[in-house]
């Protein structure tokens, strides 16, 4: 049984995202990041820790909208106020390894994922907003590697950390890419929900 555990309920995660996030845009990137990270703990055979997995998808970018300058620095104060445990705090600030002031570099699995999968779904989202759909569901992935190639696509999007990402996880980077579009395809409804009930 894993030894990971929230401390949180999902309830209490997303007030504490909430009172720091105001804009729509951070609300629906934890959200999505949250249902990713939790199809990736099932798919990669860590469903025990599936709720963890997603709360740190959640709360990742607790800290951005109001300290884009101290990301992942202001963060493990908020988290520990709100509850969340040293594993927790040390998931979540892993994802800034090498671009914010944290050193925390990612070591586990799950910290790997986020690290890679974080710039990737803000990408993926771009690019289903391009489409008739605005959908991820009929998305293909020579599609996805095409906006990825252009670099002035979606220009905020660190290619550098997707592609350093699949590196950490020992992944090409077109498994990266079909398994993070797969991800959002699947939970595209449920993130659509939780979305339209928080924001």
Same mark, same amino acid.
């Given at each position: 049984?894993?030894? @990971?555990?929230?401390?949180?309920?999902? $309830?209490?995660?997303?007030?504490?995202?909430?009172?720091?996030?105001?804009?729509?845009?951070?609300?629906?990137?934890?959200?999505?990041?949250?249902?990713? !990270?939790?199809?990736?703990?099932?798919? @990669?055979?860590?469903?025990?820790?599936?709720?963890?997995?997603?709360?740190?998808?959640?709360?990742?970018?607790?800290?951005?909208?109001?300290?884009?300058?101290?990301?992942?620095?202001?963060?493990?104060?908020?988290?520990?106020?709100?509850?969340?445990?040293?594993?927790?705090?040390?998931?979540?600030?892993?994802?800034?390894?090498? !671009?914010?002031?944290?050193?925390?570099?990612?070591?586990?699995?799950?910290?790997?994922?986020?690290?890679?999968?974080?710039?990737?779904?803000?990408?993926?989202?771009?690019?289903?907003? !391009?489409?008739?759909?605005?959908?991820?569901?009929?998305?293909?992935?020579?599609?996805?590697?095409?906006?990825?190639?252009?670099?002035?696509?979606?220009?905020?999007?660190?290619?550098?950390?997707?592609?350093?990402?699949?590196?950490? @996880?020992?992944?090409?980077?077109?498994?990266?890419?079909?398994?993070? @579009?797969?991800?959002?395809?699947?939970?595209?409804?449920?993130?659509?929900? $939780?979305?339209?009930?928080?924001?």
């Amino acid at each position: 049984m894993s030894t @990971l555990s929230a401390g949180v309920s999902r $309830e209490k995660a997303l007030e504490t995202l909430k009172k720091y996030n105001a804009e729509t845009f951070h609300i629906r990137h934890g959200i999505t990041v949250s249902h990713v !990270m939790g199809w990736m703990a099932d798919d @990669l055979g860590h469903g025990d820790e599936k709720e963890f997995w997603s709360l740190v998808g959640l709360m990742h970018d607790v800290d951005f909208e109001k300290w884009p300058e101290e990301h992942c620095v202001k963060a493990p104060e908020l988290l520990k106020e709100a509850g969340f445990g040293d594993e927790f705090i040390h998931a979540v600030c892993a994802h800034g390894w090498g !671009m914010t002031g944290t050193d925390c570099k990612p070591e586990l699995e799950m910290e790997k994922v986020l690290f890679a999968c974080d710039e990737l779904t803000g990408l993926i989202g771009a690019a289903a907003l !391009m489409r008739p759909s605005k959908s991820t569901k009929d998305m293909e992935l020579k599609s996805l590697k095409k906006k990825f190639k252009d670099k002035k696509f979606a220009a905020g999007c660190s290619r550098d950390c997707i592609a350093q990402g699949s590196e950490l @996880l020992g992944w090409e980077l077109d498994a990266l890419l079909d398994k993070t @579009l797969r991800a959002m395809a699947d939970t595209e409804d449920a993130i659509e929900a $939780e979305v339209a009930e928080n924001t």
